[in-house]
């Protein structure tokens, strides 16, 4: 390890150092100490070792937030380990296919993953290792505080910033959702950008409530910690409960995508809360929310344009100092527009964001050709579409129309993958998805279904198909049917053509 190495679990270490007895994370009515963290985080690495799961090896962790969890993050950052955190809410046969590409040693599940995973012991042998969080394992799993051994840790393995911390899924381009490879410097670059952005400092405070397999929360809480904050852990998002535990422990952080937001103001005036601690909200919401925030607390909205693959904001601003724009970019990042020929596009014209910096990811797991392309040229190509105006301040316009995507309530859906799965249907002979805007969700699924017979099937048989098949926030709540979509010259479903006729309701 050399000299400049600084990891996510330096940062834990740094933080037992100067914070010791100081709040790292709250969950019910636990707390944990910086220094309890490490040691913590220290003694699962030791029972990792023992398991002989080591520096590249990776770990898929499907489970809802948990401090066993963050826990687990810190191990594998001491031991060089992979994390490989697992969207809960994909279904059994995503799942699969996420684990078959990342081909990990261990599997860490929970009691609500059950359903899922519950019988896979006996049938997925490659997987050598598997643990559940609690005290109580099912059949075929050991509990993972089983793993934590006490006393003299392993030496820490010879880890860099530049070596691989976690593995982000990003949306199922290609059937199986990609896997962003996150470093070490990338998200410690980021926390530290988000702390001198929005000032974070050990009296902060962030709610937990978004999942730990999103960069918006494993970001959010690791840059709370790198600045001596604490996070306030809730297994999902519930929000009276968050209402409770904003108030209880002086919450001052949270991040949002719709409804969250709507739903916390709304539970705060059930229970009679002004969310007096509260200063920061950010994340991605509509105009009529966030003036609702403004107008009923003391807190600030932040926004910004961002992935997985850039570890999080790439540039961020409060709402309130430019409304409609995305921010500027931030200190360590090159942002640039350019055209399908890597060319710069004159300023207030639309061009493809593209991104350089120490914040861009690795590449995606195990797929070097789709990430050479992705990095091609030396700059990370987004697949969104932005404009710059006179001052620098970067708009976003949409996405490319061959990385078409839909964010219902922040998770990423390509219409690709629900086309594919309605296209399986008997009689249909095409198929058009797209998002269209929601007032609750931010954006829904609506789709146009080419069969012959236009009283062959209902929306709720549409809606029931897809869910049977890929993750239930998949699933389309606008269907229309038709004996005949536009087509191309070319053959191909028109999808300009649709939306103009069909809408975007």
Known sequence: MGAQAFTVYDMLARGAALHRDAPALIQGPRQWSFRQLRERADSLAAGLAGLGVSRGDRICILAQNDAAYVELYGACARQGIIAYPINWRLTAQEVE???????????????????????????QRAIAHWYQLGDAPAEGFQALSS??????????????????????????????????????ANVLTTSLVVIATLGFTAADRYLLGLPLFHITA?????????????????ARFDAEEAVRLIDAHRVT??????????????????LGSKLSSLTHVSGLDAPPTIER????????FWTGFGQSETSGFVSIQRVRDKPGAAGKPIPVCRVRLVDDYDRDVPVGTPGEIVVRGPVVFQGYFGQPEVTAYTLRNGWHHTGDVGRFDDDGWLYYVKRKPEKELIKPGGENVYPAEVEAVIAQMDGISGVCVYGVPDVKWGEAIKAVVEVRAADRYSAQQIGDFVVSKIAR??????????????????????RDAVKARWGSE
């Open 97 to 123: 296919r996420v684990v078959e590409r990342a081909a990990p040693k261990m599997m860490v599940a929970d009691a609500s993953t059950l359903p899922v995973v519950g019988e896979w012991p006996r049938t």
């Open 147 to 184: 793993l934590y051994r006490e006393g003299v840790a392993p030496a820490a393995a010879d880890v860099t910033g530049d070596d691989p911390f976690a593995v982000i899924s990003t949306a199922a381009v290609d059937v199986i959702p990609r896997g962003a490879v996150l470093t070490h």
């Open 218 to 234: 494993l970001g959010n809480l690791l840059a709370h910690l790198h600045a001596g904050g604490a996070g306030v852990v809730m």
């Open 253 to 270: 952080h949270v991040s949002d995508f719709p409804p969250v937001l709507a739903s916390l103001l709304d539970a705060a005036q059930k």
């Open 293 to 300: 925030l403004h107008a009923e607390t003391q807190a600030q």
């Open 473 to 494: 926030f998949k699933r389309p709540s606008r269907v229309v049917f038709t004996e005949a979509l536009p087509r191309t010259a070319e053959g191909g479903v028109d």
